[in-house]
């Protein structure tokens, strides 16, 4: 649930606004005074900040270039001040909007809505997003490091993983014991290659349903291995 922040000395306007922002499902806190305000936006997460411009200790000018000196999530200014030069001021201190009073409640709610909607958006696509494999009922996040099959996590040595990994990740191409052997070893075939065997026989019994009739690790009699998709 969105956290919303407002700070307004007007007792009334705020419990309207915090009223009419619940019933659309945020989760409102008042503070009528600036300083105080100004604290908990700072030492508190919220998703969005609501703020008069003229408080008692702190003005809004001032909590909002604090915020955003501090905080990314959007800001809107509420006023009864309508010159174009308070607007000019707000906007180019950080503030995402500036409404003037009397508005509609709707209107507020709507313009909530719209920024958090957009503030989610730039987040989520700025996040680096884990690299996954997913094949059927198998899920490689090779980002984690994790399998699960089913979605129950299976656990999964060092070498099991890679060795999955590389072969999910080169779906119906064939590789023969030393190939695997040279790529997850980083040895030449002059090492143990039976390894490679006995770890195809656990990865398999960790993410196949049969592991006489393997559905995802197969096994290319006479040459080597191979991941079906």
């Given amino acids: 649930m969105s956290r919303i922040l407002i700070i307004e000395d007007e007792e009334s306007i705020a419990e309207l606004e915090k009223d009419y922002l619940e019933l659309s499902g945020f989760e409102v806190e008042i503070e009528t005074d600036g300083t105080r305000g100004l604290q908990r936006a700072l030492d508190e997460e919220f998703n969005l900040y609501i703020l008069d411009l003229m408080l008692p200790g702190t003005d809004g000018f001032e909590i909002c270039r604090r915020i955003r000196e501090n905080k990314d999530a959007p800001v809107l200014m509420v006023s009864a001040r309508k010159d174009d030069i308070d607007k000019i001021r707000g906007l180019g201190l950080g503030a995402d909007d500036y409404i003037t009073k009397p508005f509609s409640p709707s209107e507020l709610v709507a313009r909530v809505k719209a920024h958090i909607s957009r503030y989610d ?15 059927r009922n198998l899920k490689i996040d090779k980002t984690a490091r994790r399998v699960f099959v089913n979605g129950e996590e299976k656990n999964f040595t060092t070498k099991e993983f890679d060795l999955l990994t590389f072969l999910a990740s080169n779906p119906n191409h064939v590789y023969t014991k030393e190939d695997l052997f040279r790529n997850i070893w980083n040895m030449e075939s002059v090492g143990d290659i039976a390894t490679v065997t006995v770890h195809i026989k656990k990865i398999r019994e960790k993410i196949e349903l049969d592991t006489s009739k393997p559905q995802y690790i197969e096994t290319i009699w006479g040459v080597g291995y191979r991941f079906k998709i």
Avoid: A
């Avoid at 958006?121 to 094949?135: P, Q």
């Fill in 121 to 135: 958006r730039l987040i989520g696509n700025s996040t680096k997003r884990n690299d996954v494999i997913e094949i």
